[in-house]
């Protein structure tokens, strides 16, 4: 963790302001955007972007990608430029959760695997860039976006620590359990074989 340097004023507020952000839910507005129905009733019922691939339209999945992930970016950036890095790390935290459990969809949010990429591009980039090739890399040989996820989230604190970002090793933790638990349903699948496949409906 860093230093921390705000008061407990700066860095409430920074996490309130990040969990904002955090929890719009992208995957449902891109969806009905694009006029693909109620993203809720579609595949998993997921507001994430492998849901949103099932609706057939990789512009839309492509967009909530990008957006997932730049809210977390966004989160931290602002934290970071206004504050400082100790409300960055506040604000992406807050992000992330704002993501995975939404106070307007009920707390059920996406896994937050885009959200987590996108804060740890913004907290320290060699680190994400690290980590989006290593979910590249896991997903590619194995065929399934869940392991690429998993594989890339539990990476996170092993690539801070290797690139010499101690301060981002703990937060990538936090953050990797969260979406450890998240993918709980997808482990269950993974041990038993039936997780299904990049591409398979």
Not at 95 to 119: D, E, I, Q, R, Y
Not at 137 to 153: D, E, N, T
Not at 156 to 174: E, H, I, K, M, N
Not at 177 to 182: D, L
């Amino acid at each position: 963790m860093p230093e921390l340097e705000s008061s407990a004023t700066v860095l409430i507020l920074w996490a309130v302001i990040g969990y904002g952000l955090g929890s719009v839910p992208f995957g449902m507005v891109v969806t009905r955007i694009f006029g693909l129905g109620n993203l809720r009733e579609i595949g998993s019922g997921n507001i994430g972007t492998t849901n949103v691939l099932r609706t057939g339209s990789k512009a839309a999945a492509a967009l909530t990608l990008i957006l997932d992930g730049g809210k977390g970016a966004a989160a931290v950036l602002l934290a970071r430029s206004l504050a400082g890095e100790d409300a960055a790390q506040a604000a992406g935290l807050m992000a992330f959760l704002g993501h995975c459990f939404p106070v307007w969809l009920g707390f059920k949010g996406g896994k937050g695997v885009a959200t987590f990429l996108g804060l740890m591009l913004a907290l320290a980039w060699p680190v994400g860039i690290a980590c989006c090739l290593t979910w590249l890399a896991a997903a590619a040989l194995s065929r399934i976006s869940s392991m690429g996820a998993l594989v890339s989230a539990a990476s996170g604190s092993v690539w801070a620590l290797v690139l010499g970002y101690q301060p981002v090793a703990v937060l990538a933790v936090l953050l990797a359990t969260v979406v450890f638990i998240r993918h709980s349903a997808n482990i269950a699948r993974l041990r038993a074989g039936t997780e299904p496949r990049i591409g398979q409906k």
